[in-house]
C-alpha cells in the first residue's frame, strides 16, 4: 500500500490559516511507478533553467489541500 505522510506542522498551519478556508501543500512522492526517467529529469530541468515549459509533466508531485470546516 502506498502512502502519503502529512507532518503535524502542515495539519497545524491549515488549521490556523486566517487568509481563507483551505490550505494547498505541494507532495513529492517516492513511488517507483510515478518516477520520471533520468532523461525526463535532464529535460525539464534544462527547461526550467531556461524559463520554458516542462516537456514531461511530474506525476510524482502532488497538491494536497486541506480545507478548514465550515463554522
Not at 2 to 27: C, F, H
Not at 51 to 70: Q, T
Amino acid at each position: 500500500m502506498r502512502e502519503i505522510i502529512i507532518k503535524a506542522s502542515w495539519l497545524k498551519a491549515a488549521y490556523n490559516n486566517t487568509l481563507g478556508k483551505a490550505l494547498v501543500i505541494p507532495i513529492h512522492v517516492n513511488w517507483p511507478e510515478l518516477r520520471l526517467t533520468e532523461e525526463q529529469i535532464l529535460a525539464n530541468a534544462v527547461a526550467v533553467a531556461y524559463d520554458k515549459e516542462m516537456p514531461y509533466p511530474d506525476p510524482a508531485l502532488i497538491s494536497l489541500v486541506l480545507e478548514r470546516p465550515s463554522k
